[in-house]
């Protein structure tokens, strides 16, 4: 059975500092992905991963994704109360014929002004 | 990017009667899509993958005559909550994965429906 680990789950920083969020899944994978939600909103799409060392960059927002570790992280850099949200992970799971995607349990961020 | 809507955005009913949602994919056709739910300051729970012209796959746990799944069109999928009670309100959302995107397809999400079950 997949697992999707996310750490932490609750995050509250300063404006400017950086933080990296973590994501391990337990079993192999094609794609990882991250999500943004804004409370009371769906989720909107930040990065897809697909292989080993790929590394992927929108603003403030980096991601990466080591598939030997399971392990992908989105790195945040000089934060900004924009980003205020909760940043989930999730992994491809493809089984037998068809695919579906597991959630990881939300990373909830607080940017402090 | 796609666009993936639902209707309605928000239903209130009462204990007992059945609630449709509605998902579709508007710019490109979905051969797949998935039915999510969601409690308040929880993460999303696969419910249920819908194939086009065939039966749904539902997670382990999920009722299926209690959560039926109908995808009739390469752009609609349909979820009915049937004898909806009130443990049942929670937000549902559904996604659906554009076939043409190639390797770099992600699931398009819905805005979500809220269901409140009196």
């Known amino acids: 059975e997949l697992k999707v680990e996310q750490n932490p789950l609750f995050l509250s920083m300063q404006e400017g500092k950086n933080y990296t969020i973590y994501c391990n899944y337990s079993?192999?994978?094609?794609?990882l992905y991250w999500y943004r939600q804004d409370p009371g909103k769906s989720l909107e799409s930040l990065f897809v991963?697909?292989?080993?060392?790929a590394v992927k960059q929108e603003g403030r927002l980096m991601a990466s994704l080591d598939t030997k570790a399971r392990l992908s992280t989105l790195h945040i850099t000089a934060a900004v109360h924009d980003l205020s949200a909760t940043y989930f992970c999730?992994?491809?799971?493809?089984?037998?014929?068809?695919?579906?995607?597991?959630f990881g349990p939300g990373t909830s961020l607080s940017v402090i002004p | 990017g796609a666009v993936v809507s639902q209707h309605p955005s928000r239903v209130i009913c009462k204990s007992g009667t059945s609630v449709k949602i509605e998902c579709r994919s508007l710019?490109?056709?979905?051969?797949?899509m998935f039915w999510y739910r969601q409690f308040p300051k929880q993460s999303l729970m696969l419910m249920a993958t819908?194939?086009?012209?065939?039966?749904?796959?539902?997670e382990q746990g999920v009722e299926k005559d209690k959560f039926l799944i109908n995808h009739a069109s390469l752009t609609l999928s349909t979820l009915t909550v049937t004898s909806a009670h009130p443990e049942d309100s929670s937000f549902y959302i559904c996604?659906?994965?554009?076939?043409?995107?190639?390797?770099?397809?992600?699931?398009?999400f819905g805005p979500g429906t809220r269901l409140l079950v009196l």
């Open positions: 996604s659906a994965r554009d076939p043409m995107a190639g390797v770099w397809e992600t699931q398009y």
């Open positions: 079993t192999t994978s094609d794609r």
């Open positions: 991963l697909l292989s080993n060392g």
């Open positions: 999730a992994v491809d799971m493809t089984e037998t014929s068809y695919d579906k995607v597991i």
């Open positions: 710019d490109f056709q979905a051969t797949t």
């Open positions: 819908s194939n086009e012209g065939s039966k749904a796959t539902y």
